[in-house]
């Protein structure tokens, strides 16, 4: 919408605009704290505010009670135990290019009465895409994390920051009595990626971005669920200290470090201004390299004392700003929706662009996930972008973050060609047209083919031989698809064992790989060298490879240590029939600490299935699994490899918590006592299975006899 300028604005026209952008913009505050679901783009929202803030300027005696400058974020969510904050979390003031940032050291400089030549240190550090959380540490042990909801008060996530393994449950070294540690969690890219495969697979909604899927992962009321998600954190503030440990910004994030914390190592100390724009541009050229999303960078005095001198205005303090990457956003048409088949069937609509460059790198195409995001209707049939469905000619806006997949943020309607027609969603596979099939409940179509999809075949051989699996370099799609379609024997490859069988079958053949094109001599050792290194693995690898549905990367080292060896796991998995059987096989499976029964079965059913027996029988022919090694520090922890059972009701901390503490240590974590069971650990109010324990004689110990070993464990 075009505004007027601010210089024209009439006293009427002002007051009119302020009572507009005070509602507009806590609504955007609403969608993106509180829903996790942003309805416009950072950069967009960055302009509101700052154009509330410069009519606010000129027209000071206009600013409203609820004008959006007094206000940071949105009202925690009622959905948690809210927590006022000791100290308000503040945010950022923006800088929208170079000549703000030199003002803002320049004020800064004249706040503080400093003269020309005084070398104003400053720290530059990533600004991360995530959402921001207070942990406060009271004599070295987390007691409390809140999320900064309005920045006085936020949401008690204590117990799911918890299960977030950057976050130390008890502090390393000599911390302050009271120590509050602020800073960002957020998702990798990697991560983000498995886990909206996995919702894709389950039928569940994807998140849209890095960002809402760290905000949702950690804002569960199930703090299990948050443990199953990769959530990182690094810390780079702080709220409330009763002993100041340092007196600049650098040395006080060290000191975080040595307690524990992780700080982003890109994090740099400057003494000249123009060398912060230089430290921004190398770092916007970077950011698509990082693994995870950042947004900007921020600076910072790094002298506490002045700091404290130059205090806050309103929401933000006058001794950082915050300044930020342009959006990674473009405008291209979409020539064609084409469905790629995974390696489960699922069904995939993937948007082919008119090639567009966004963020310094040519786009091509956007993800589009599932036929109701095409229709533009959540699972829950609620819109989820203004204008409604996609259709093949649009005109349409496309984000891209990081190395994340670009997606299509909405449609230019009035750019929308006369007779554009709804897309129709395809009920056969392109690649073997099976029938393909929603089921109900679900999100996506799947191709009923099965082995006699060639698609799903050539997928589920690039995830076997994918880096978090076998890591076989130079074995990518295309030549996959090349051996997949190669009519002779000796170059076929259509079951993982093919791979390892590869060589010695061309050995014996008249029809030579070098001969094909595009497999130079050097080529073809360089893939024999990397299969053969491979023909040892670790049993989670191995797992993983074998792409068993509900199966990632988490829940196969949570079978490889619980079980240790594969062929011990393979057994069980073989020998339980399923959860009507109520054997000893399918009880143990379901006994591991975040394997469930959708797991379990999915397991079960895998290796209850005759075809894949057969391939596995010919793959560990090629293959060696070796057993899972252990984190080594657990080598020397006394409950390493122990069986403990909680049971009752614990005072100090969660049972998600203790249970996590203790398979840090090499614990396993049962959730029946039989005669393998090492040790219990009684809450109060224990029953029947610490009746069970003492009829076994098996040791007992309470919260605090476990809180004391554990914490010399952390100690140590
Ligand atoms: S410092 C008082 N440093 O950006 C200053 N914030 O837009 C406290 N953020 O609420 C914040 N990376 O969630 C700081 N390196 C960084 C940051 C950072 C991301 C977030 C934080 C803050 C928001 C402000």
């Given amino acids: 919408m075009a505004r007027i300028p601010i210089d024209h604005l009439t006293c009427m026209d002002a007051a009119r605009e302020l009572k507009w952008l005070a509602k507009e913009i806590a609504y955007h505050d609403h969608r993106y704290n509180t829903q996790d679901n942003p309805a416009i783009s950072d950069a967009d929202y960055d302009l509101l505010r700052k154009r509330n803030l410069a009519i606010e300027e000129r027209f000071p005696e206009l600013i409203r009670k609820d004008s959006p400058s007094h206000k940071v974020g949105a009202p925690a969510s009622k959905r948690f135990e809210t927590t006022v904050h000791h100290t308000a979390m503040l945010s950022l003031s923006n800088a929208f290019n170079c000549q703000d940032v030199y003002n803002f050291f320049e004020r800064a400089r004249r706040f503080l009465c400093l003269s020309i030549d005084y070398p104003q240190e400053i720290i530059a550090e990533p600004k991360i895409d ?33 299960t977030v393994s950057d976050i130390p449950i008890v502090l390393h070294g000599k911390p302050p009595k009271v120590l509050e ?23 569940c909604p994807c998140f849209a971005n890095p960002r809402n899927a760290a905000a949702g992962s950690l804002r569960q009321i199930d703090a299990s669920v948050t443990a199953n998600r990769a959530l990182k954190f ?4 702080w709220g409330e200290i009763s002993e100041m440990p340092a007196d600049t910004h650098l040395d006080m994030i060290e000191r975080f470090c040595y307690y524990g914390f992780i700080i982003n190592p890109l994090t740099k100390l400057f003494y000249d201004v123009e060398e912060l724009i230089l430290y921004y541009h190398d770092l916007e050229k970077k950011r698509c390299t990082l693994g995870y999303d950042i947004d900007g960078v921020v600076y910072k005095l790094n002298s506490l004392a002045l700091q404290h001198r130059l205090g806050c205005v309103s929401r933000a303090p006058r001794w950082a700003i915050a300044y930020k990457f342009p959006s990674e956003k473009a405008i291209t048409i979409l020539r064609n929706i084409d469905i790629q088949v995974g390696r489960t069937g699922v069904l995939t609509p993937v948007a082919r662009l008119i090639p567009v460059t966004v963020g310094g790198v040519v786009v091509t195409n956007a993800t589009l996930h599932n036929e109701d995001y095409i229709r533009g209707i959540s699972a829950e049939g609620i819109p989820i972008r203004k204008n409604g469905d996609i259709r093949i000619g649009d005109t349409i806006v496309i984000r891209r973050a990081g190395d994340v997949v670009p997606q299509v943020l909405d449609i230019l309607l009035e750019r929308r060609k006369c007779g554009a027609t709804p897309y129709q969603f395809p009920h056969v596979c392109p690649a073997c047209n099976s029938h393909a099939i929603r089921r109900a409940g679900e999100a996506v179509y799947r191709c009923t083919g099965g082995l ?43 079951s993982p064992a093919d791979i390892f069988t590869l060589e010695k079958r061309q050995r014996n053949s008249s029809i030579k790989l070098e001969n094909m094109k595009g497999f130079g001599e050097t080529a073809i050792r360089n893939l024999y060298n990397a299969i053969n ?35 011990a796991f393979m057994n069980i998995a ?6 009507d059987q109520g054997n000893q096989a399918w009880q143990d499976m379901i006994n591991i600490d975040g394997i469930g029964t959708v797991v ?17 029988a010919q793959l560990l022919k090629e293959v060696t699994v070796l057993d899972e090694e252990n984190p080594s520090f657990s080598f020397s922890s006394p409950i390493f490899g122990k069986r403990i059972v909680f049971t009752g009701s614990l005072e100090r901390l969660s049972r998600y918590e203790v249970k996590n503490m203790a398979e840090r240590f090499g614990a396993k974590i049962t959730s029946s006592v039989s005669k393998n069971t090492d040790l219990i650990v009684a809450g109060q109010c224990a029953g029947l299975k610490l009746k069970k324990a003492r009829e076994l004689g098996i040791e ?11 914490r010399k464990l952390y100690l140590s």
Wanted: charged share 20%; net charge neutral.
């Fill in 452 to 494: 006699v999809c060639p698609a799903q075949v050539v997928e589920r051989i690039c995830h076997f031989v994918s880096r978090n699996a076998f890591d076989i370099e130079g074995l990518g799609i295309e030549r996959i698809n090349f051996f997949f379609c190669a009519r002779d024997d000796s170059l076929m490859i259509h």
């Fill in 574 to 579: 073989q020998s339980a029939k399923g959860p």
């Fill in 533 to 567: 290194i491979r023909r040892q693995i670790m049993f989670s690898r191995f797992l993983f490879a074998l792409g068993i549905p509900h199966v990632g990367e988490m829940t196969a080292r949570r079978f490889a240590r619980h079980y240790t060896s594969y062929t």
């Fill in 700 to 710: 007992i110990i309470d919260e605090d006899q476990w809180f004391t070993l554990i």
């Fill in 130 to 162: 995530g959402l921001s959380l207070a942990l406060r540490y009271e004599d070295g042990v987390l007691v409390k994390a809140a999320t900064r909801g309005n920045g006085m008060v936020g949401e008690n996530v204590t117990a799911n920051a918890r």
């Fill in 181 to 203: 540690v602020r800073g960002e969690i957020y998702m990798a890219h990697q991560d983000f990626a498995i886990l909206n495969e996995q919702r894709e697979l389950t039928g």
């Fill in 600 to 616: 379990a079965e999915s397991v079960i059913n895998f290796y209850n299935e005759v075809q894949n027996i057969k391939v596995l």
């Fill in 234 to 237: 690094f810390a780079y503030s």
